[in-house]
Each structure stands twice: as C-alpha cells, then as structure tokens.
C-alpha cells in the first residue's frame, strides 16, 4: 500500500541546534507537533522507531499525515532548566508565531505516561493545532495523542 | 579522511535514490554538479597511467587517496568508486535490489537522521581521524594525553582535549549502534520487511565500517585500546554492586553494538573479556 502523503526530514539548526522535522506533504497540514525528549534522552534516540511509523502506520493513524512534526533538542542536564525552558519558548514561538496561553503554563506530565498530551487547538494559523508530547522512550508504539 | 566522508555522502545519496527517499532528477544533478568532478579529482596525475586507462588498458587509475580507500570500503562500495572514477553510470549499479524499496522511505530517514546526526559530532569526526588516519607518533601523543570523566562528557559541547573527544567518539559511536540495533530489532518481527530491512541494515554497517576499520592492524589496535581505557576507568569508578552491575550492563551492551555493526565483516570484532 502506498502511503498517501509522506513525511521529509529536515534538520532546523537554525532555530532549534540538534533539532530536526519531519514535514508532511499534505496540502491539509493543520497541526504542528512538538516532541520533547526527557533529561536522558536525545531527540533522535527517544523517539526511535517514531519517525518510521507516522508513515508506516498511516492506513491505522491517517491523522499524521496532516501533521507537521518537530523534534526538540536540547542539552540535558547540561544546561540549566529554566534556559532549556526559555529555548523551547523561543522555538514554539519561531514555528507557530502566536501560541495558545497554555504555552506559557506548560502543566507538568503525568509519570510514566509517554506522549503526555499538553496541547490545544487554535485556529487563524498554518497550523490550527500545537501538540507536545514529552518524552519517555517510546520505541515501540505509536505514543499518539492524536485522534487516529 | 576527507574524501572518505564524501564518498560516504554519494553512498548515502546512491542508497537513498534507490529507494525513493531521494528524488531520483535530483540526486542526479547534485551528483553532475558536485560529485561528478570531485571523483574525477581522485584519478591519478600520472599522465601514462590516465592514458592506460583512457585506452581501456586500465580500469582505473587510483591515485594514493583512492588506493587508499580500498581497504576501507565494502565491495560495492569500491566497485561504485571505481565506476564513478570511470565517469559511467553509478545510479543504476551496484543497487541493493530491495523487493519493495519504497516500503523502506521512512525507515531509510531514520537511520539518515541517527546517521547524519552522529557525523556531526566533533568527537566522532576526530574519532575517526586519530583512529584511522593519524601517524603513529600522533596518534600516541594524543592519546597518552590523560583525560577526566567530565571532559569526556563535555567533549561535543566544548573545547576539550583530543584524548577525551576521542573517548566521547568512542562512546557516540557505540550510542549510534545501539540505535541502529534497536531499529532493527523493532521492526525486524515486520514479516513483509524483514527481507529488505536486512539488506539495508547491512548495507548500512558496511557503509559506515570505513570509521572503525578493523582490517587495518592500527586501527583495530587503536580501537582496542580506547575500549580498554573507558571499561577500565568504569571499572574504577563503580565503587559498589549496584555501579560493577551497571558496569557489567555497558560492556555486554558495548559488546553487542560493535558485533551487530561488525556481524557481516570480514574480519570479525575482536570479543573483549
């Protein structure tokens, strides 16, 4: 079966060093999503597998494809939390110019839940969704927060 | 070292054309306007020896960068160097010949990212250098250099000591097999897959094997002895059971990475005790 419309890899050091995205060629594109790994994690190796299965397993979760998904990195526990939280502020609003006030709340994720869903809708944007699950290894399922 | 890494790229760039990951017109032009010349680059200068070969009396004429590049390379990927130097058609040879290649795309994209993530590295860059392409008295003047734990750690973020961006080379590089491991035991049970997964798994090792080149005799020692130094300084450092069991954890994972990378070499990983 032949995936409808794909997903393209692009890394985006300029906004986000170590970070990349994986941009769907939808023309329906509503929704950005945003993973952001844990402290022992890295934006590659937390979601490993994810990236393969947003096409993969589109006949099941066909919601992916008009999704946008960004890979935050930064440096762990070498950087100081609130400059971590700053960078990401900075990042979500380069991507999505005018964030839901949520953003600036970020509620902390339930333990043990991988893909905790922080997110809302909002309209009058490219994207009419922000979606940012935090990272817990995940490898081998689709951590969806979204409706399949 | 730096010819390697771009024959590395137009390997990449082979593979992922043949999958469909790239644009086929695409990759074609890139290669035209920035391959092409750069391989043309690598025939020798000895006027004779290009005459041979342009009289077909020899296949090619290396230069000591190419020849040097034998050892180092897989069989296709010589055979794609040398008809690349020959200025033929690369794109339709030497393919993988996957079932279903376009089955592959997005699996392809994730080992381009873990790949293309870990070649950015500093650490991985002089890694490969010291191990690979540094003279002897270079090599051990840098390396008998003593280096902490914590500029290990901060090798790729800071300015640091050759001696600990090599040990943190070392350890990107068992990271980046752990991964490409766990990518493929994840999507090994997929029954239509496997077939062509293997293929380029095994592709995929063979094309980055030119960092770790085990065939050469200085290499493997050199790899040895970075291994050696990081399982002893573990081993000093874990100071009670719960820090010997994860000490003992790392060397069966270190173990496990380096021979999946290894497995289809031609000279097996040495097994360390």
Known sequence: MNVPYEHHFTWVDRINPGGYALISESPKVDTLVIFVHGFLGDAEGTWLNFQEMIDSHHARYPRWAECDVFFFAYPSFFQEITDSAEDFLRFITTIYRTPPNWVFSIPKPSPGIPGTVLALDLPEHTYKNLICPVGTMCHNRLCSPLPS | ?273
């Open chain 2, 1 to 273: 070292m730096l010819a390697a890494s771009v024959v590395e790229s137009f390997l990449w760039l082979h593979l992922g054309t043949e999958i469909g990951a790239f644009p086929g017109t695409a990759s074609r032009d890139i290669y035209q306007s920035y391959l092409r010349p750069f391989f043309r680059s690598l025939l020798s200068t000895d006027a004779k020896a290009r005459e041979e070969m342009e009289m077909d009396r020899l296949y090619v004429a290396h230069s000591e960068i190419s020849d040097a590049m034998r050892p180092m390379l897989g069989r296709f990927a010589f055979v794609l160097l040398e008809k690349a130097m020959r200025q033929e058609e690369i794109f339709s040879s030497e393919q993988a010949k996957f079932s279903r290649p376009e089955r592959l795309k997005a699996v392809f994209q994730t080992f381009l990212i873990l790949y293309s993530r870990l070649t950015s590295r500093r650490s991985v860059e002089l890694f490969t250098y010291q191990v690979n392409f540094a003279d002897a008295p270079t090599w051990r003047q840098n390396w008998n250099k003593p280096c902490t734990a914590k500029e290990v750690e901060r090798a790729d973020i800071e300015h640091s000591s050759i001696s600990s961006s090599i040990c943190a080379g070392y350890l990107n590089l068992w990271n980046y097999a752990v991964k490409l491991m766990m990518t493929e035991q994840n999507l090994r049970g997929n029954a239509e897959l496997a077939a062509d997964l293997f293929r380029l798994t095994d592709r995929l090792k063979e094309m980055g094997r030119w960092r770790i080149n085990l065939k050469h005799l200085s290499s493997s020692e050199r790899f040895d002895d970075v291994r050696v130094r990081i399982m002893e300084k573990l081993d000093e450092d874990a100071k009670d059971d719960l820090s010997r069991i994860c000490v003992k954890e790392i060397r069966t994972s270190m173990d496990n990475a380096f021979s999946f990378w290894f497995s289809a070499a031609p000279t097996p990983v040495p097994q360390y005790a």
